[in-house]
Nanobody, 118 residues
Framework: QVQLVESGGGSVQTGGSLRLSCTAS???????????MGWYRQAPGKQRELVAT???????DYADSVKGRFTISRDNAKTTAYLQMNSLNPDDTAVYYC?????????WGQGTQVIVSS
């Protein structure tokens, strides 16, 4: 059974950086490259929102609020997707979730907390 596990969350001050990782476990090495990957976040009292996506062909898409600060990437050999987050501010405080999707297939991780203090 495929699972996604996020890591790398934590508490930082405004202006700091974090790198989130999302590792797929299970028998996925041969198929991970076919997954599109995405990062989403949900702040307290708000709906979950898209942060960034990385299509299997390499196309990326970012929310306007994170453009120029966040970078999504992947390492297929490690079955891992990353979200490099720079110049963090308190508005980035949220639980961050990764998502793998392809056709009708969809899988979410359990989330990792990011807290940015001023």
């Amino acid at each position: 059974q495929v699972q996604l596990v996020e890591s790398g969350g934590g508490s930082v001050q405004t202006g700091g950086s974090l790198r989130l990782s999302c590792t797929a476990s299970g028998s996925v090495l041969s198929v991970f490259m076919f997954y599109n990957m995405g990062w989403y976040r949900q702040a307290p009292g708000k709906q979950r929102e898209l942060v960034a996506t990385l299509q299997r062909g390499g196309t990326t898409d970012y929310a306007d609020s994170v453009k120029g600060r966040f970078t999504i990437s992947r390492d297929n050999a490690k079955t891992t997707a990353y979200l490099q987050m720079n110049s963090l501010n308190p508005d980035d405080t949220a639980v961050y979730y990764c998502r793998a999707f392809f056709g009708s297939f969809e899988l979410w991780g359990q989330g990792t907390q990011v807290i940015v203090s001023s």
